[in-house]
């Protein structure tokens, strides 16, 4: 029975802190301890979802129409509980200066998962200014509607459920938007490239609408930035920083439509 236990000390100490510690220097490693075996053991003995179980965190701490304190205690969550793929802090800080700076009328965002960055931008905006942000998970959808609604932005955060593909060349018609000023990119990484091209497409962009995209190098849009380094049409610059709440390399990358 003292072999048991102290190998069961051990395996307990080596799935909380030793593979944690290790893999969080390393995006591919973090993404798939966390992404993948964390989040499906997790889910397999709670039977709940990590989305489900962020929003109780969130209803269990958060103060009520305060998107600061909805920010700090899913930051918190994620960095001391379970890892998600929110935008987290770190990025978080950089997305915040670019949206202060342009103060936008017209926000698109691709990917709302449980609305942590919808909340970030939305809480930035000035009156009569609103963020359309576009998922294509129900499940998450459901979640991101309470957390948004939490932080009390319903009226300035608009979630739109579907896919990009089928929703960006609706959007003119559909909300009445002319073009955007500010757009972040967060869906599936594969989807970046082919989405700003209808965006272009589609008319959405003008002289000057700011384009950021998270997870450029980790997981990683290599056909993306190779085209909005190279294309004359945009002004392009990468902003360094770390996947969320890990010290893996990752970043943002900022690209102004030149029209
Ligand atoms: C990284 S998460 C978004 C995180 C969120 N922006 C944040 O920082 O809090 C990516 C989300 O995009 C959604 N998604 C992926 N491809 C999509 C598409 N083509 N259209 C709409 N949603 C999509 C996924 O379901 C997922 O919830
Ligand atoms: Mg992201």
Redesign the pocket.
């Known amino acids: 029975t003292n072999h048991c236990i102290g190998l069961l000390v051990a395996l307990y100490a080596l799935c909380l802190w030793i593979i944690p510690a290790v893999v969080q220097y390393s995006g591919c490693l973090a993404l798939l301890w966390h992404d993948v075996i964390v989040e499906k053991s997790l889910d397999t003995v709670t039977r709940t979802t990590r989305p489900q179980r962020l929003l109780k965190a969130v209803q269990d701490r958060a103060i009520r129409g305060n998107p600061k304190s909805v920010i700090s205690v899913i930051d918190h969550y994620c960095r001391n509980q379970e890892w998600a793929?929110?935008?987290g802090d770190e990025k978080g800080f950089i997305l915040d200066s670019v949206v202060s700076e342009l103060n936008p009328q017209t926000v698109l965002?691709?990917?709302?998962?449980?609305?942590?960055?919808?909340v970030r931008i939305g809480r930035l905006l000035h009156s009569g200014a609103r963020l359309l942000t576009?998922?294509?998970?129900p499940d998450?959808a459901a979640v991101a509607r309470e957390v948004i609604s939490w932080a009390g932005l319903e009226n300035t955060v608009q979630l739109v459920e579907?896919?990009?593909?089928d929703w960006i060349p609706r959007l003119r018609e559909h909300f009445g938007i002319h073009t955007f000023d500010f757009i972040?990119l967060?869906?599936?990484k594969e989807?970046y490239l082919a989405d700003i091209k209808l965006l272009e497409e589609c008319r959405l962009l003008r002289k000057g609408t700011v384009l950021l995209a998270?997870?450029v190098v980790c997981p990683g849009a290599p056909d993306y930035l190779e085209y909005v380094r190279k294309s004359p049409l945009y002004d392009s610059r990468y902003f360094k920083s770390h996947l969320e709440y890990t010290k893996a390399e990752d970043g943002l990358e900022k690209s102004v439509y030149l029209g």
């Open positions: 793929m929110n935008v965002e691709l990917g709302t998962y449980c609305g942590y960055s919808a576009l998922e294509f998970n998450y579907g896919a990009s593909g972040f967060d869906h599936w989807g998270d997870n």
